[in-house]
């Protein structure tokens, strides 16, 4: 519910400040989640509510801030033709973040890695298993508490535009954006195609597991497996950001859809451990998608005023 309001919000206020809004909301829910109490269940699931009310509302609030502040930032300078550049490394570092945590986070879970490193460092200190698996969630809040600094030392470009107004005219402002989106076929047909291939093919990945299971693949090799589409996510950039240069959307989005077809037809076959490779396809439609989206979607706003609320309508889409 939270997800267009916090784009209208940014694009009246100030993108910077729903950014660092979305940030510190991300440093609470994490602080609540990493000292949640043991034993008492309901206090423990007061704790874990809290914790998803808040994880929304960060997110909700980031929720085209955060895309609407580098893209107006780079336009302010005459520079929004770099955009497929900047897209180009932002994923990049994503995939290798993602590839980092991966093997960060597994091997903060085991306790025994974690006892060999303190002895390493001289500290003779009992990990407890309880405490062994809290460790992830600490490392998590720290990344929001840097995310929460790097915030705060955002610039956003000055705009006379952007002044306080009533919350009337931040709804007004949502209802004006979704009817200029309804009639504005570029930005229209550009949501509707993401929400189409990003629903379909992330819905297949978030139960992917099972499939790894139902083709014989080991689950020690689970993680090898999401390591390999970091690596899927590294390569794809380049290749997305050579093709919108040359050829049109319509032939950028059939491509996206062939990949997709080709990929779950793949693994409707259910091959033994050759399954596998069918997951490529998949794995690089979905990289594609959220560059052509970002790409396509930023280039249709021609009113700067309403990029965050557009971006956000892209969100709630999804």
Partial sequence: GLE????????????????????????????????????????????????????????????????????????????????????????????????????????????????????????????????????????????????LWAALNMREPRDPRMSSRSNRTTWRMTFETGRWIAHAPLAFGVILAGMCFDSVVRLFL????????????????FGVIGSGFAVIGFLIPALARRLVGRWNILANLALVAALALAGLLGVSRVWPIWGLLWLVPLAMAMSLTQFYVSYYLNRSVTDARQRATVLSFRGLAF
């Fill in 4 to 147: 267009v309001p916090s784009g209208a919000l940014a694009d009246q206020f100030g993108r910077k400040r729903m950014v660092v809004v979305a940030a510190g909301l991300m440093v609470v829910e994490m602080t609540v989640f990493a000292f949640a109490p043991v034993g008492h269940s309901k206090l423990l699931f007061i704790a874990f509510l809290l914790n998803r009310l808040l994880s929304g509302a960060a997110e909700a609030s980031a929720s085209g801030a955060d895309e609407a502040l580098a893209y107006d930032s780079l336009a302010s300078e005459g520079r929004a033709d770099e955009w497929p550049e900047v897209l180009e490394r932002v994923m990049r570092w994503q995939a290798v973040a993602f590839f980092l945590t991966m093997i960060i986070g597994a091997a903060a879970y085991d306790e025994r890695f974690i006892q060999s490193i303190l002895f390493a460092c001289g500290i003779h200190w009992k990990v407890a298993p309880e405490l062994a698996m809290r460790f992830p969630i600490y490392l998590t809040l720290g990344n929001a508490v840097l995310a």
């Fill in 206 to 221: 978030t139960v992917a597991s099972n499939y790894y299971r139902f083709i014989a693949v080991p689950e020690a090799a």
